[in-house]
């Protein structure tokens, strides 16, 4: 009878646990999902063009958003495209390292800014003026030396139902950035049962 217990007490201790939540892997927005940042950028989001999200703003001009969180701009640098390749799905353990490029616009001298991802929450809810999100937070940790020398983390938090990026912040730790954080005002997502 001890010997029963014994095997029957792990199984129902077992059987009380929830698994982990599933990693988040990349995907595009919906197609016509809008978000309204603080800052007043408005993205709503058109179609996805392999690792990269394009999202028009309120003007109509698109904008390329790599792996839906990083405008493919100057100020953001180059190279993440490649660099975060086999980063996703975001699980608990997901690391990645590269060299980001940004290259100045005045004199066209080009910066190598060492950078590392990692995931802090697989879920983590999230509360914005847009609502509420149950995110996956992702952070990006850039370490350049001189002539550069700067040190700033930035942190995505990404909803898991509609991919949308709902929260950014920037937190500098040596030097300064132009990079600012964000965070949603609105967000609209498109019924999928409507054609």
């Known amino acids: 009878?001890?010997?029963?217990?014994?095997?029957?007490?792990?199984?129902?201790?077992?059987?009380g646990c929830t698994p982990p939540p599933p990693p988040w892997a990349f995907n595009c927005p919906a197609t016509n999902a809008l978000v309204r940042y603080d800052d007043g950028r408005t993205y709503r989001f058109v179609r996805r063009d392999g690792n990269a999200c394009i999202a028009k703003d309120a003007q109509e001009q698109e904008h390329r958003l790599v792996w839906g969180m990083i405008?493919?701009?100057g100020l953001e640098g180059r190279g993440h495209?490649?660099?975060?390749n086999g980063f996703f799905p975001a699980?608990?353990?997901?690391?990645s390292r590269y060299e980001a490029t940004v290259t100045s616009e005045g004199s066209g001298i080009r910066y190598a800014f060492p950078t590392m991802w990692r995931t802090v929450a697989v879920v983590e809810r999230v509360e914005t003026p847009a609502g509420n999100f149950?995110?996956?937070v992702l952070e990006r940790r850039v370490m350049a030396?001189?002539?550069?020398d700067q040190s700033f983390v930035i942190r995505y938090w990404i909803d898991r139902a509609s991919n949308l990026v709902v929260k950014r912040t920037v937190e500098i730790e040596r030097g300064?950035?132009?990079?600012?954080?964000?965070?949603?005002?609105?967000?609209?997502?498109?019924?999928?049962?409507?054609?």
């Open 176 to 195: 300064s950035t132009l990079l600012r954080g964000y965070t949603a005002q609105a967000v609209e997502i498109p019924d999928p049962r409507r054609p």
């Open 71 to 73: 405008e493919e701009r």
């Open 81 to 84: 495209a490649e660099g975060l």
């Open 91 to 95: 699980a608990a353990s997901a690391q």
């Open 1 to 15: 009878m001890r010997a029963l217990l014994l095997l029957i007490l792990p199984i129902a201790f077992l059987a």
């Open 145 to 148: 030396q001189a002539p550069n």
């Open 134 to 136: 149950q995110a996956t």
